[in-house]
């Protein structure tokens, strides 16, 4: 009789494809990154085969499935304690040897298990074989079926097998340990069965863990057991699964001396303990180039779009006889404001694009590798790089990935830290005022920004370190993927997604932004002004003059603009669009009418300059705000990061402009 509803776990190695896969059945558009450690929530998505619904659930990527990590409690809880009714044991069959440790692990488990070998192509490519029929009979006889999710061969053939083989528990004992544990093993199942009444598959899985010393399960099956386990069997049974996994290599994968030359050779150059670091920064230096060159050569076309619709707005608008403060609104409040931002969108694309071919080139896991050095001597491990890394992109999804840190307190400095990485949302604010005062270097002036971040985080992490005398972390243990050619499917996926984010803060964040700044540019509490300066918005500006006038930027527009950032960085830019009511601010007339309103003030490069360095390393937007508060749980913790990266942002504002005005 067919089930009602399956309920699948996709569970892997990090890097083994499983969540391409995931989507590939699901059409979820889920993040999808070359490095380990990205998923690290219970990801939910539905399907159909032969009538029957399936509910699929992407588990955290992991390698074994003991209770140190987070990813592994994650996994192991929802496959002990969910409605996991069959499991899709993902395999990068490139690397059958270092996966095969958790498909052994969940064959012991009492699951129905379906071993997908992801990556043949890859297989191939390296000149490798994989015997399909004995590898079955090896691991008790389960379905074993190649996929490519990359290239979404073989997806019916799973789902054929997770509807027909529901229900198959493999046999508990596909290999056995030596004599001695698996003596204890059968006294402790007679115990635990005595004890608890389980079934007899999970009934061996937890004898092998009380062997192992697992805490957990310690915990949850209180027995006596000093007569049977007079040590730490940990090492033992972990050496009886890698000698198993020995033989299924020796018989079922054939040509395995051949090796991918082409990854050792291309790591000998991009991991190299001196050079590692420079040529990371070249490849960021290489992005800025192409955000620059090819973003600003299709932002020209957004700017004619934008004007085109803000002239017939405006004419459609003096047609229908609209009052005049609602035209205002509409043009110079809600299209300067929303449409400014829009014409960024070219070098946001840009940006992602290359950002997305690195990471699933494979080369990003090697960033964390370069750096681990240097964020072990401020008592980080190269792990903890992996998130701030992911601040390039947005700051809330890597605030998000802290996750993956063992220890509260790594997991608190790196989210410290994170917030430096310039994000996407500060890139207009860079485009905008380095082209405006430094048009001949205007990707450099960008670029010293990104490198900024990354020398304040790294800086303020030694400083922190020193006080809280914490110790140089320890080695990093990190899997650096196989370099490959990085999939169409997957870079659309991380592109549009990207993308899709920036348009929805458009109209959402930036529109509602756009419309509260321009009521409080024209009215006041007698109602609508002529004179900007009479306005509510110039009062809260005054408010900020005093102390922003030390860091050159006494400009009442200004503060209002800082302010108004914190809902989220672009609209400061948008910001200054209404402010200054410039209507294409992107656009060549746009940025002179702009630099002229300024410069009437004596605002000039090195104003200019302090304004981008106070943007980078003031106080977060509102959404990572509310991440750090869901993450720390605490307030305090989160009001803390918010005043120490406002205080900083000044103090080093204020260094700069008064040392710069010194000599310029």
Same mark, same amino acid.
């Given at each position: 009789?067919?089930?009602?509803?399956?309920?699948?776990?996709?569970?892997?190695?990090?890097?083994?494809?499983?969540?391409?896969? *995931?989507?590939?059945?699901?059409?979820?558009?889920?993040?999808?990154?070359?490095?380990?450690?990205?998923?690290?929530?219970?990801?939910?998505?539905?399907?159909?085969?032969?009538?029957?619904?399936?509910?699929?659930?992407?588990?955290?990527?992991?390698?074994?499935?003991?209770?140190?990590?987070?990813?592994?409690?994650?996994?192991?809880?929802?496959?002990?304690?969910?409605?996991?009714?069959?499991?899709?044991?993902?395999?990068?069959?490139?690397?059958?040897?270092?996966?095969?440790?958790?498909?052994?692990?969940?064959?012991?488990?009492?699951?129905?298990?379906?071993?997908?070998?992801?990556?043949?192509?890859?297989?191939?490519?390296?000149?490798?074989?994989?015997?399909?029929?004995?590898?079955?009979?090896?691991?008790?006889?389960?379905?074993?079926?190649?996929?490519?999710?990359?290239?979404?061969?073989? =997806?019916?053939?799973?789902?054929?097998?997770?509807?027909?083989?529901?229900?198959?528990?493999?046999?508990?004992?596909?290999?056995?340990?030596?004599?001695?544990?698996?003596?204890?093993?059968?006294?402790?199942?007679?115990?635990?069965?005595?004890?608890?009444? +389980?079934?007899?598959?999970?009934?061996?899985?937890?004898?092998?863990?009380?062997?192992?010393?697992?805490?957990?399960?310690?915990?949850?099956?209180?027995?006596?057991?000093?007569?049977?386990?007079?040590?730490?069997?940990?090492?033992?049974?972990?050496?009886?699964?890698?000698?198993?996994?020995?033989?299924?290599?020796?018989?079922?994968?054939?040509?395995?001396?051949?090796?991918?030359?082409?990854?050792?050779?291309?790591?000998?150059?991009?991991?190299?303990?001196?050079?590692?670091?420079?040529?990371?920064?070249?490849?960021?230096?290489?992005?800025?180039?192409?955000?620059?060159?090819?973003?600003?050569?299709?932002?020209?076309?957004?700017?004619?779009?934008?004007?085109?619709?803000?002239?017939?707005?405006?004419?459609?608008?003096?047609?229908?006889?609209?009052?005049?403060?609602?035209?205002?609104?509409?043009?110079?409040?809600?299209?300067?404001?929303?449409?400014?931002?829009?014409? *960024?969108?070219?070098?946001? *694309?840009?940006?992602?694009?290359?950002?997305?071919?690195?990471?699933?080139?494979?080369?990003?896991?090697?960033?964390?590798?370069?750096?681990?050095?240097?964020?072990?001597?401020?008592?980080?491990?190269?792990?903890?790089?992996?998130?701030?890394?992911?601040? *390039?992109?947005?700051?809330?999804?890597?605030?998000?990935?802290?996750?993956? =840190? +063992?220890?509260?307190?790594?997991?608190?400095?790196?989210?410290?830290?994170?917030?430096?990485?310039?994000?996407?949302?500060?890139?207009?604010?860079?485009?905008?005022?380095?082209?405006?005062?430094?048009?001949?270097?205007?990707?450099?002036?960008?670029?010293?920004?990104?490198?900024?971040?990354?020398?304040?985080?790294?800086?303020?992490?030694?400083?922190?370190?020193?006080?809280?005398?914490?110790?140089?972390?320890?080695?990093?243990?990190?899997?650096?993927?196989?370099?490959?050619?990085?999939?169409?499917?997957?870079?659309?996926?991380?592109?549009?997604?990207?993308?899709?984010?920036?348009?929805?803060?458009?109209?959402?964040?930036?529109?509602?932004?756009?419309?509260? =700044?321009?009521?409080? =540019?024209?009215?006041?509490?007698?109602?609508?002004?002529?004179?900007?300066? +009479?306005?509510?918005?110039?009062?809260?500006?005054?408010?900020?003059?005093?102390?922003?006038?030390?860091?050159?930027?006494?400009?009442?527009?200004?503060?209002?603009?800082?302010?108004?950032?914190?809902?989220?960085?672009?609209?400061?830019?948008?910001?200054?669009?209404?402010?200054?009511?410039?209507?294409?601010?992107?656009?060549?007339?746009?940025?002179?009418?702009?630099?002229?309103?300024?410069?009437?003030?004596?605002?000039?490069?090195?104003?200019?300059?302090?304004?981008?360095?106070?943007?980078?390393?003031?106080?977060?937007?509102?959404?990572?705000?509310?991440?750090?508060?869901? +993450?720390?749980?605490?307030?305090?913790?989160?009001?803390?990061?918010?005043?120490?990266?406002?205080?900083?942002?000044?103090?080093?504002?204020?260094?700069?402009?008064?040392?710069?005005?010194?000599?310029?």
């Amino acid at each position: 009789m067919s089930p009602k509803k399956i309920t699948v776990a996709f569970v892997g190695n990090p890097n083994c494809g499983k969540t391409t896969l *995931f989507n590939a059945f699901t059409g979820a558009n889920l993040k999808v990154a070359n490095w380990p450690g990205v998923t690290v929530e219970r990801k939910e998505g539905y399907t159909k085969y032969e009538g029957i619904p399936l509910t699929l659930v992407d588990l955290p990527g992991t390698y074994s499935l003991t209770s140190y990590s987070m990813e592994e409690k994650v996994a192991r809880r929802e496959i002990l304690e969910g409605n996991v009714d069959v499991i899709v044991n993902v395999v990068d069959a490139s690397s059958l040897e270092r996966n095969l440790y958790l498909t052994l692990q969940l064959l012991e488990m009492g699951k129905p298990v379906i071993l997908a070998l992801n990556m043949m192509d890859i297989v191939e490519e390296r000149g490798l074989e994989i015997d399909l029929h004995r590898l079955p009979e090896m691991l008790g006889n389960i379905p074993v079926i190649p996929v490519s999710a990359r290239r979404r061969t073989g =997806l019916d053939i799973l789902l054929h097998a997770v509807v027909h083989h529901y229900g198959e528990v493999p046999d508990e004992k596909i290999f056995l340990y030596n004599e001695e544990i698996e003596d204890k093993i059968s006294q402790i199942q007679k115990i635990l069965k005595k004890e608890y009444g +389980e079934e007899h598959g999970i009934l061996r899985w937890h004898a092998i863990k009380l062997l192992e010393f697992d805490q957990t399960v310690q915990e949850e099956h209180p027995v006596d057991l000093k007569h049977i386990i007079d040590r730490n069997y940990e090492i033992d049974i972990i050496n009886g699964k890698y000698a198993y996994i020995d033989e299924i290599v020796a018989e079922c994968l054939l040509h395995k001396e051949k090796k991918a030359a082409m990854t050792e050779k291309a790591d000998g150059f991009l991991t190299h303990p001196v050079w590692g670091v420079p040529i990371f920064l070249g490849i960021i230096a290489c992005v800025f180039f192409l955000t620059f060159t090819v973003g600003d050569f299709l932002k020209g076309y957004f700017e004619v779009a934008l004007d085109v619709i803000s002239e017939n707005a405006e004419q459609l608008l003096n047609f229908l006889h609209a009052s005049t403060w609602l035209t205002a609104l509409v043009v110079d409040g809600i299209i300067a404001g929303v449409g400014g931002i829009l014409t *960024f969108l070219p070098n946001i *694309f840009i940006l992602f694009l290359a950002l997305a071919f690195l990471e699933d080139s494979g080369y990003m896991a090697r960033v964390a590798y370069v750096m681990d050095g240097i964020m072990g001597k401020v008592g980080l491990s190269g792990k903890a790089f992996l998130p701030m890394v992911l601040g *390039f992109g947005c700051t809330v999804p890597a605030i998000m990935a802290t996750r993956t =840190l +063992e220890k509260e307190s790594d997991r608190k400095r790196t989210m410290l830290l994170t917030p430096f990485m310039s994000c996407s949302a500060r890139l207009p604010i860079y485009v905008l005022f380095s082209q405006m005062f430094f048009p001949n270097c205007a990707m450099l002036v960008a670029y010293s920004l990104y490198v900024i971040g990354l020398l304040a985080a790294i800086l303020i992490a030694v400083v922190i370190s020193k006080v809280t005398k914490a110790k140089e972390s320890g080695m990093l243990l990190i899997e650096l993927p196989e370099y490959k050619v990085p999939n169409g499917r997957t870079i659309w996926i991380y592109v549009w997604e990207k993308v899709k984010d920036y348009l929805t803060k458009a109209g959402t964040t930036i529109f509602v932004a756009s419309i509260v =700044l321009w009521f409080l =540019l024209n009215f006041n509490q007698y109602g609508m002004v002529e004179q900007v300066s +009479e306005s509510f918005g110039a009062s809260i500006g005054h408010f900020f003059v005093p102390v922003l006038s030390l860091a050159g930027l006494g400009l009442w527009q200004i503060g209002v603009a800082l302010l108004s950032g914190i809902s989220a960085k672009e609209v400061v830019v948008s910001s200054f669009s209404v402010l200054f009511a410039v209507g294409n601010i992107n656009s060549a007339a746009g940025m002179s009418q702009l630099a002229s309103a300024l410069g009437g003030y004596g605002f000039g490069p090195l104003n200019a300059y302090v304004l981008m360095i106070f943007c980078l390393l003031y106080t977060p937007c509102a959404a990572t705000i509310a991440t750090i508060r869901k +993450e720390t749980r605490s307030w305090r913790w989160t009001l803390g990061v918010v005043v120490f990266q406002l205080v900083l942002a000044w103090a080093v504002a204020v260094v700069i402009y008064q040392v710069g005005s010194l000599f310029l």
